[in-house]
């Protein structure tokens, strides 16, 4: 297995499971489950048995293995410079094992059988693809500055398909010069990446790179931080060089613009960073700067944010397979309980996943009413 040698390194201290200041939980599966085995130290001490033959493939071990939400916080957290940029590397390539060997959850089976029948995880037709943005009088990509990616929650998932309306609709009226791709977008390819299905990612780069290339695309905005980490990070730029941006970082660039509309009543926002923006991509300011640009609203921060922002719970595939659940220790009942005692009446996203995963956490809290989840251009526009 790629990276096992960085298994031995792990001495198990534990710091990787908090954030800076040692205060809270960190890792979003121990601090769900808080056994030592759902925890970065205990996984890689798993892992190693599991190499060495000391353990056999089990659906536990599977369903431990992927219930890491890939957050980064151990990669931020480990108090071992030297390796621990390989730690999720580590748990990626373990994942690719389980694939190879045909081991994994049931959960994560059916994603990728979907992802590779119906290139979606909805198993939904290409041509419902396109579905979101009627009535914008979007232009089809031919030739304008960006590309905007709704990719496969924004166009087929009921709360993405809201939030790719109300931010392609800001781009609109911003006079940024986008089209957009329809039925022909393709999935980015992200989670199958981070459940380590490394042929069917492969070929969504192949799809993506041929059409944009045949395209002339230059610029991509993309509405998840997930397919703009998987596009800035792993596509190969030397056989088709492009630039990516999250729309935050679109929004950022238009900040005066934005300060210009008309001011909202007095607003209490507190904002999540959502993990594949910030702590994969160190964009914790765009976010914020577009936030801080909207007369009348005040930033109330929590006390997780930036580098030790706490997970929603829905990365590394978790938001389609649900491998951490619900209940009331779920990452994303933590985080809106968090959000809620900042005193905000707007919980802010800049993530379709993280939208839904903390709408749904709204309601199982009975927090209707105190906190309200919105995405960004959705308070800018005052809509949702
Ligand atoms: S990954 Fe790093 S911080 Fe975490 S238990 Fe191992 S050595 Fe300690
Ligand atoms: S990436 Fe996140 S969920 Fe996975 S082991 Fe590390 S801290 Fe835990």
């Known amino acids: 297995m790629e990276f096992a040698d960085i298994l031995h390194r792990c001495f198990r201290c534990g710091y990787c499971k908090f954030p800076e200041n040692y205060q809270d939980f960190n890792c979003p599966s121990y601090s769900r489950?808080?056994?030592?085995?759902?925890?970065?130290?205990?996984?890689?001490?798993?892992?190693?048995?599991w190499l060495n033959g000391e353990m056999k493939t089990s659906p536990r071990l599977a369903e431990i293995l992927f219930s890491c939400a890939t957050c980064g916080n151990c990669v931020e957290h480990c108090v071992f410079p030297k390796f621990k940029d390989d730690i999720l590397h580590a748990f990626l390539a373990a994942r690719e094992e389980m694939v190879n060997?045909?081991?994994?959850?049931?959960?994560?089976?059916?994603y990728l059988k979907a992802l590779q029948v119906h290139g979606n995880p909805y198993k939904l037709p290409r041509s419902e693809r396109g579905k979101w943005q009627a009535g914008l009088g979007l232009e089809p990509y031919s030739g304008q500055e960006y590309l905007f990616h709704a990719g496969c929650?924004?166009?087929?998932?009921?709360?993405?398909?809201k939030m790719a309306r109300s931010v392609a609709g800001l781009l609109k009226k911003l006079g940024i010069s986008f089209g957009v791709l329809g039925t022909e977008e393709n999935c980015d390819g992200n989670e199958a990446r981070s459940l380590g299905e490394k042929g069917?990612?492969?070929?969504?780069?192949?799809?993506?790179?041929?059409?944009?290339?045949?395209?002339?695309?230059?610029?991509?905005?993309?509405?998840?931080?997930?397919?703009?980490?998987?596009?800035?990070?792993?596509?190969?730029?030397d056989s088709y060089p492009f630039d990516v941006f999250h729309y935050t970082q679109v929004l950022a660039m238009e900040a005066k613009k934005?300060?210009?509309?008309?001011?909202?009543?007095?607003?209490?926002?507190?904002?999540?960073d959502p993990?594949?923006?910030?702590?994969?991509?160190?964009?914790?300011?765009?976010?914020?700067?577009?936030?801080?640009?909207?007369?009348?609203?005040?930033l109330l921060e929590m006390g997780r944010v930036r580098e030790n922002a706490f997970c929603c719970g829905g990365g590394g595939g978790n938001f389609f397979t649900d491998l951490l659940g619900s209940g009331p220790e779920s990452p994303a009942r933590a985080r809106v309980r968090e959000a809620a005692e900042t005193g905000a009446s707007v919980l802010a996203v800049a993530c379709p996943n993280c939208a839904k995963m903390l709408e749904d956490a709204v309601k199982a809290e009975s927090l209707e009413g105190k906190i309200a989840v919105k995405e960004i251009s959705e308070i800018i526009q005052g809509t949702a």
């Open 275 to 298: 993990c594949y923006l910030g702590r994969h991509n160190k964009e914790y300011q765009a976010p914020r700067k577009v936030l801080k640009s909207v007369s009348g609203l005040l």
């Open 153 to 161: 929650v924004g166009s087929l998932d009921e709360r993405g398909t």
């Open 33 to 49: 489950f808080r056994f030592e085995t759902y925890s970065p130290g205990g996984r890689m001490w798993l892992l190693r048995a």
């Open 258 to 272: 934005l300060s210009a509309l008309p001011a909202h009543a007095s607003l209490r926002v507190t904002y999540h």
């Open 101 to 110: 060997q045909g081991t994994v959850p049931p959960a994560v089976r059916d």
């Open 200 to 237: 069917v990612f492969q070929s969504l780069i192949e799809q993506n790179i041929k059409e944009f290339k045949s395209l002339g695309v230059k610029k991509v905005i993309t509405l998840s931080p997930h397919a703009y980490h998987a596009f800035k990070n792993d596509y190969p730029k």
